[in-house]
């Protein structure tokens, strides 16, 4: 409701000036109830008018509210046509000029404005009257302008208008036309207009936002605008539809009225000769919009008119001779176009439709056999298996309803919900598969439940031996080829088979084995086999997976020396079903001569193999090619036995104690013998002597027959060597070779004298010893 601020507000806006010449509307405010309604009809024929009557404005002298106007300007919508206005019509002629508008506090509202908007209007204009229509729908355009399309006006409030009609006599209420198409919310400045930013009297700026925006026409409010009209705005152009039944009488009432006070004025422009008595076919049926009609239904067409009426039904443009009832049935896709001449009135109305159809949706009938494991005419069936056959493999297809009847299935009541777990409830039972494309359509095919009762031989265990490294009773079974053979055998051909853990999983078909099977169980595992044809169960049997263990005792890898120039027997005990040797052989055992691998693969009786394996080497006496020592080291002498042959030797230089190790350490200065014994009992090398030297550290050469002579034992042996024996000051005194190895502490026959004395020891290979001893007296 209009408040006093907002007046006041508008006052210290208001201005006023002269219009500006521009090409505008003209207005006839002189024209009485009928010439108006005549106007709106165009005298036609198709409608009976009667009752008409029109108030308004009374207290204006020589003023109305109500009025003609025609119009030359580009810029508005209606070339001519009635206005209804809440001040003098006159004044709607543009261009806009801002003021606070006409009217007066002592004309009053409309009581049916005031129930239908729920308002409280003051100088309200109305026209109404009766008609008859003689086609089953009236129509009329029309636009709603204001001078609230201003400051903040259509966020707050707006005067009210609206197109009332009903049947004459009823006690119903008025329906109001005048509403935002496909709504109930009546045209007006608050509702129709885009956002709006205002300045309110505190100076703070403020909006508020769009409302149906869609549906506002312009602003007259710029200098440069020129409007037709004298308002501030204006909505787009409106169409006001109803049906109705022809032959009734109706009674309509086109009224507008300020709410609650009389400032800033409105008006309803409504188009000539567009108020008609009109044939309704109703919308077009189209794939585009969504609303086509199914393929394989019938749609009509019904107008719901006289049958006295002459009518010509066209498909396309081409007349049906056929077709004279008000009604007509589509079939297929194309325009239909209907003439209809009222009788007697001899008005001639027609309008037509676009019919289109939706692909058809092309379904199969489908049978789904499932096993009867236990004889009770009942199983378990998974539905949605036939679903990819039921819809044709069109992924562009709803998902298939289950339903136990025809009747639920077109009423879309009582689907079946466990689709994937389905217990039937008779044997070959029909079920309704449902499903509906893009367009909502639907389409229904049959799904018969059957029972297979097939006869299965009983299965013989799957016998197959442990071929893995550990024999622990498990093994990796390719079931499609070591299994199915057996299962299939005498059978139908074309069969499948699935493999499950128990009898509930094949009975479900859940939970499926893969093809590269490992038993789970050890040695003995019962899977069962689901025997399938296409989708369908053919029947389900037991099967039992056997793994036998075979790991004979004594059959480990065995390493075996062979000596050179014997032979020697491989065995394996006795009791195998088979025998088969990398030589060809077939017995237990074979003699060999010759070291090498050899293995022998044994059966048991359920031909499970085992293998051992013999590695032989070559082994033989070793010969003892010579000893290295080290001498004169006191007790860190050492001596190496360098050897030649095939084998694993231990080694002595006393012929009792052996060590794995060719070297001795620690050795006394002596003469030994060295041996090279095999270890795998091939034998000893032939005795190796070497000698260890050393020299005295001191001698006595007093003639008591002990230690009177310093020599170096054994060096006769060795290649020959000179000695050369100095003082202390390096005077050379004695020279002697391996034939002649001591001194007894002489100088030319004379005794020297006790002291400490040194030694070159020269080998014939240039290698020179040197050392020191002592003579003691």
């Given at each position: 409701?209009?408040?006093?601020?907002?007046?006041?507000?508008?006052?210290?806006?208001?201005?006023?000036?002269?219009?500006?010449?521009?090409?505008?509307?003209?207005?006839?405010?002189?024209?009485?109830?009928?010439?108006?309604?005549?106007?709106?009809?165009?005298?036609?024929?198709?409608?009976?008018?009667?009752?008409?009557?029109?108030q308004g404005d009374a207290f204006v002298p020589?003023?109305?509210?109500?009025?003609?106007?025609?119009?030359?300007?580009?810029?508005?919508?209606?070339?001519?046509?009635?206005?209804?206005?809440?001040?003098?019509?006159?004044?709607?002629?543009?261009?806009?000029?801002?003021?606070?508008?006409?009217?007066?506090?002592?004309?009053?509202?409309?009581?049916?404005?005031?129930?239908?908007?729920?308002?409280?209007?003051?100088?309200?204009?109305?026209?109404?009257?009766?008609?008859?229509?003689?086609?089953?729908?009236?129509?009329?355009?029309?636009?709603?302008?204001?001078?609230?399309?201003?400051?903040?006006?259509?966020?707050?409030?707006?005067?009210?208008?609206?197109?009332?009609?009903?049947?004459?006599?009823?006690?119903?209420?008025?329906?109001?036309?005048?509403?935002?198409?496909?709504?109930?919310?009546?045209?007006?400045?608050?509702?129709?207009?885009?956002?709006?930013?205002?300045?309110?009297?505190?100076?703070?700026?403020?909006?508020?936002?769009?409302?149906?925006?869609?549906?506002?026409?312009?602003?007259?409010?710029?200098?440069?605008?020129?409007?037709?009209?004298?308002?501030?705005?204006?909505?787009?152009?409106?169409?006001?539809?109803?049906?109705?039944?022809?032959?009734?009488?109706?009674?309509?009432?086109?009224?507008?009225?300020?709410?609650?006070?009389?400032?800033?004025?409105?008006?309803?422009?409504?188009?000539?000769?567009?108020?008609?008595?009109?044939?309704?076919?109703?919308?077009?049926?189209?794939?585009?919009?969504?609303?086509?009609?199914?393929?394989?239904?019938?749609?009509?067409?019904?107008?719901?008119?006289?049958?006295?009426?002459?009518?010509?039904?066209?498909?396309?443009?081409?007349?049906?001779?056929?077709?004279?009832?008000?009604?007509?049935?589509?079939?297929?896709?194309?325009?239909?176009?209907?003439?209809?001449?009222?009788?007697?009135?001899?008005?001639?109305?027609?309008?037509?439709?676009?019919?289109?159809?939706?692909?058809?949706?092309?379904?199969?009938?489908?049978?789904?056999?499932?096993?009867?494991?236990?004889?009770?005419?009942?199983?378990?069936?998974?539905?949605?298996?036939?679903?990819?056959?039921?819809?044709?493999?069109?992924?562009?297809?709803?998902?298939?309803?289950?339903?136990?009847?025809?009747?639920?299935?077109?009423?879309?009541?009582?689907?079946?919900?466990?689709?994937?777990?389905?217990?039937?409830?008779?044997?070959?039972?029909?079920?309704?598969?449902?499903?509906?494309?893009?367009?909502?359509?639907?389409?229904?095919?049959?799904?018969?439940?059957?029972?297979?009762?097939?006869?299965?031989?009983?299965?013989?265990?799957?016998?197959?031996?442990?071929?893995?490294?550990?024999?622990?009773?498990?093994?990796?079974?390719?079931?499609?080829?070591?299994?199915?053979?057996?299962?299939?055998?005498?059978?139908?051909?074309?069969?499948?088979?699935?493999?499950?853990?128990?009898?509930?999983?094949?009975?479900?078909?859940?939970?499926?084995?893969?093809?590269?099977?490992?038993?789970?169980?050890?040695?003995?595992?019962?899977?069962?086999?689901?025997?399938?044809?296409?989708?369908?169960?053919?029947?389900?049997?037991?099967?039992?997976?056997?793994?036998?263990?075979?790991?004979?005792?004594?059959?480990?890898?065995?390493?075996?020396?062979?000596?050179?120039?014997?032979?020697?027997?491989?065995?394996?005990?006795?009791?195998?079903?088979?025998?088969?040797?990398?030589?060809?052989?077939?017995?237990?055992?074979?003699?060999?001569?010759?070291?090498?691998?050899?293995?022998?693969?044994?059966?048991?009786?359920?031909?499970?193999?085992?293998?051992?394996?013999?590695?032989?080497?070559?082994?033989?006496?070793?010969?003892?090619?010579?000893?290295?020592?080290?001498?004169?080291?006191?007790?860190?002498?050492?001596?190496?036995?360098?050897?030649?042959?095939?084998?694993?030797?231990?080694?002595?230089i006393d012929g009792n104690y052996y060590q794995?190790?060719?070297?001795?350490?620690?050795?006394?200065?002596?003469?030994?013998?060295?041996?090279?014994?095999?270890?795998?009992?091939?034998?000893?090398?032939?005795?190796?002597?070497?000698?260890?030297l050393d020299y005295p550290h001191y001698f006595?050469?007093?003639?008591?027959?002990?230690?009177?002579?310093?020599?170096?034992?054994?060096?006769?042996?060795?290649?020959?060597?000179?000695?050369?024996?100095?003082?202390?000051?390096?005077?050379?005194?004695?020279?002697?070779?391996?034939?002649?190895?001591?001194?007894?502490?002489?100088?030319?026959?004379?005794?020297?004298?006790?002291?400490?004395?040194?030694?070159?020891?020269?080998?014939?290979?240039?290698?020179?010893?040197?050392?020191?001893?002592?003579?003691?007296?």
């Amino acid at each position: 409701m209009k408040v006093l601020q907002t007046i006041l507000l508008s006052l210290s806006l208001y201005c006023s000036g002269i219009k500006l010449q521009a090409q505008a509307i003209a207005v006839d405010d002189t024209k009485n109830a009928l010439e108006l309604v005549n106007l709106l009809t165009n005298n036609s024929s198709c409608l009976q008018i009667t009752n008409p009557k029109v108030q308004g404005d009374a207290f204006v002298p020589g003023k109305n509210s109500y009025g003609v106007f025609t119009n030359n300007s580009a810029n508005f919508p209606f070339q001519s046509g009635i206005v209804l206005s809440t001040w003098s019509s006159t004044e709607s002629v543009g261009p806009f000029v801002k003021n606070l508008g006409g009217g007066s506090n002592s004309w009053l509202g409309d009581p049916d404005l005031d129930q239908a908007l729920n308002i409280k209007s003051i100088n309200a204009t109305y026209l109404e009257f009766d008609f008859i229509p003689l086609t089953n729908s009236i129509s009329f355009n029309y636009l709603f302008a204001s001078n609230e399309y201003q400051e903040d006006f259509p966020c707050r409030y707006s005067d009210g208008f609206a197109f009332l009609i009903k049947e004459k006599g009823s006690t119903a209420a008025y329906q109001n036309l005048a509403v935002i198409p496909n709504t109930t919310i009546p045209i007006s400045s608050t509702n129709i207009h885009p956002a709006i930013t205002f300045v309110d009297l505190n100076g703070i700026q403020k909006s508020c936002p769009a409302s149906n925006e869609s549906y506002f026409g312009q602003f007259n409010t710029s200098p440069t605008n020129n409007s037709p009209i004298n308002y501030a705005g204006q909505t787009k152009v409106f169409n006001a539809s109803t049906n109705v039944i022809a032959g009734n009488t109706y009674h309509i009432k086109l009224v507008i009225g300020d709410d609650a006070v009389n400032y800033f004025d409105s008006a309803i422009f409504i188009e000539s000769a567009s108020f008609n008595s009109i044939i309704n076919l109703g919308t077009d049926k189209l794939l585009a919009t969504n609303n086509a009609i199914c393929f394989g239904e019938d749609y009509i067409i019904d107008t719901k008119l006289p049958a006295n009426y002459t009518y010509k039904w066209y498909k396309d443009n081409v007349l049906l001779p056929t077709e004279t009832s008000p009604a007509y049935t589509v079939k297929t896709t194309g325009t239909y176009k209907l003439e209809v001449t009222l009788n007697p009135s001899g008005c001639t109305v027609s309008n037509q439709i676009k019919v289109e159809y939706t692909p058809e949706i092309v379904l199969n009938n489908t049978t789904l056999i499932q096993c009867d494991t236990n004889g009770d005419s009942k199983a378990v069936f998974d539905l949605t298996k036939t679903d990819n056959q039921i819809k044709n493999n069109n992924s562009n297809l709803s998902a298939v309803s289950y339903f136990e009847n025809l009747t639920d299935a077109k009423a879309g009541t009582n689907a079946i919900l466990n689709t994937t777990n389905y217990t039937n409830k008779s044997a070959n039972q029909v079920l309704i598969a449902k499903v509906s494309n893009n367009f909502n359509c639907s389409n229904y095919a049959e799904l018969t439940l059957q029972l297979s009762n097939a006869i299965i031989p009983n299965q013989s265990p799957i016998i197959t031996c442990d071929d893995n490294a550990i024999q622990d009773g498990f093994r990796e079974f390719n079931l499609n080829n070591e299994v199915s053979p057996q299962i299939v055998n005498g059978l139908p051909n074309g069969l499948n088979v699935v493999y499950y853990p128990s009898m509930a999983t094949a009975d479900t078909q859940s939970n499926p084995l893969p093809n590269l099977f490992t038993n789970n169980i050890p040695n003995q595992q019962t899977i069962y086999a689901r025997i399938i044809n296409g989708t369908d169960c053919y029947g389900i049997t037991p099967v039992i997976l056997e793994v036998k263990t075979f790991a004979p005792a004594n059959f480990q890898e065995e390493n075996i020396a062979l000596c050179s120039s014997t032979s020697m027997d491989l065995a394996v005990n006795t009791g195998f079903s088979s025998y088969l040797w990398n030589t060809g052989a077939t017995t237990n055992s074979i003699t060999i001569t010759t070291p090498g691998d050899y293995f022998v693969t044994v059966t048991n009786a359920y031909n499970c193999e085992a293998t051992k394996k013999f590695h032989v080497v070559k082994s033989e006496i070793a010969a003892i090619t010579m000893v290295e020592t080290t001498n004169f080291s006191g007790n860190k002498n050492t001596a190496t036995i360098n050897y030649t042959g095939f084998g694993n030797y231990e080694f002595s230089i006393d012929g009792n104690y052996y060590q794995d190790s060719p070297e001795f350490l620690n050795i006394a200065a002596g003469s030994y013998f060295a041996y090279a014994r095999d270890k795998n009992g091939c034998g000893v090398s032939a005795p190796f002597r070497f000698y260890v030297l050393d020299y005295p550290h001191y001698f006595t050469p007093n003639g008591d027959g002990f230690n009177d002579f310093w020599t170096i034992k054994n060096l006769s042996q060795l290649p020959h060597a000179t000695i050369s024996i100095f003082n202390r000051y390096g005077k050379l005194l004695k020279e002697f070779n391996s034939s002649n190895l001591s001194w007894n502490g002489t100088f030319n026959n004379y005794a020297l004298p006790a002291d400490d004395y040194w030694f070159h020891l020269i080998f014939e290979d240039g290698k020179n010893i040197k050392g020191h001893f002592s003579l003691k007296r």
